[in-house]
C-alpha cells in the first residue's frame, strides 16, 4: 500500500516529443517557403520573408514552452540536457532560414544558380525527414532503426548539399574572372551560399543528437 501512495505522489513521465514534431512542422514549412521564393513562384520576395517570420514566431513559442517544461519536469523518457539540445537546434534550423530569406531580400538577388536551388531542395528534404523522424521519439527503443535511418538519409543530403557548395562557389567565382559578376554580387553570392549551407548543417546537427539520443536507448 505504502509503495503505491508513493507512485501516485510522484509526477508523472512527460514526453516532449510532440512539441518536436511542432517544431519539426515548422521547420519543413519554412523551408518550402524558402523554396518557392527562391523559385520565384506565388509573390514576392518581401511577402514570402514575413511568412517565414511568422513561422519563426510560432517555432519560438514552442522551444519556450519546451524550455519551460524541461526545467519543471522530473521524469522524462530521454535525459532534460538532451530535451534542451534537441529543442534548441530545431529552432536554430528555423531562425537560419529565415536568415537565408532575409539575405535573399536584403541582396535582391531573383535568378539563383542550379547548385544554390539544389541546397535549398537539400533543406526542404531534411525538413521532410525530421518530421517523420520526431514521432519515432516516443518510443525509440523499438524504432530505434528506423530512427538511425532517417537520420542517415539527412546525413547524405548534408554531403550532396556540400558538393552543391563546393560547385556553386567555384562558379561564382569564375564569373567573377570572366567580369560576369561584379565583385559585391560575387560576396552577396557567397555569404548566401555560407546561409543555406549553416541550414542544412544544422539540419544534420539535429539529426546527430537524435541518433545520439536514440543510442542511448538501445
Do not use: W
Not at 518550402?32 to 517570420?53: F, N, P, T, W
Not at 559585391?184 to 548566401?192: A, C, N, P, S, V
Amino acid at each position: 500500500m505504502a509503495l503505491n501512495i508513493f507512485s501516485r505522489l510522484m509526477p508523472p513521465e512527460i514526453s516532449f516529443t510532440s512539441q518536436f514534431c511542432e517544431q519539426a512542422t515548422c521547420i519543413h514549412e519554412a523551408a518550402q517557403e524558402l523554396r518557392d521564393m527562391v523559385e520565384g513562384q506565388k509573390v514576392g520576395a518581401d511577402q514570402h520573408v514575413a511568412s517565414i517570420r511568422r513561422i519563426e514566431t510560432r517555432a519560438d513559442g514552442i522551444a519556450r514552452r519546451i524550455f519551460i517544461g524541461a526545467n519543471r519536469t522530473f521524469q522524462a523518457p530521454i535525459d532534460r540536457e538532451d530535451i534542451l539540445h534537441l529543442a534548441h537546434d530545431l529552432d536554430d534550423v528555423v531562425d537560419l532560414i529565415e536568415d537565408t530569406a532575409k539575405g535573399i531580400q536584403r541582396y535582391a538577388i531573383s535568378v539563383f544558380a542550379e547548385e544554390m536551388r539544389s541546397m535549398v531542395n537539400a533543406v526542404v528534404e531534411s525538413g521532410d525527414l525530421l518530421k517523420q523522424v520526431m514521432p519515432h521519439l516516443d518510443a525509440i527503443t523499438r524504432q530505434h532503426r528506423t530512427i538511425f535511418a532517417l537520420c542517415e538519409k539527412i546525413g547524405e543530403l548534408e554531403e550532396s548539399a556540400d558538393e552543391s557548395f563546393d560547385a556553386g562557389l567555384t562558379r561564382i567565382r569564375a564569373e567573377l574572372g570572366s567580369g560576369a559578376l561584379n565583385p559585391i554580387g560575387y560576396l552577396d553570392r557567397k555569404e548566401l551560399y555560407e546561409l543555406i549551407e549553416r541550414v542544412v548543417d544544422k539540419c544534420d546537427d539535429v539529426a546527430n543528437v537524435v541518433q545520439r539520443v536514440t543510442a542511448k536507448h538501445v
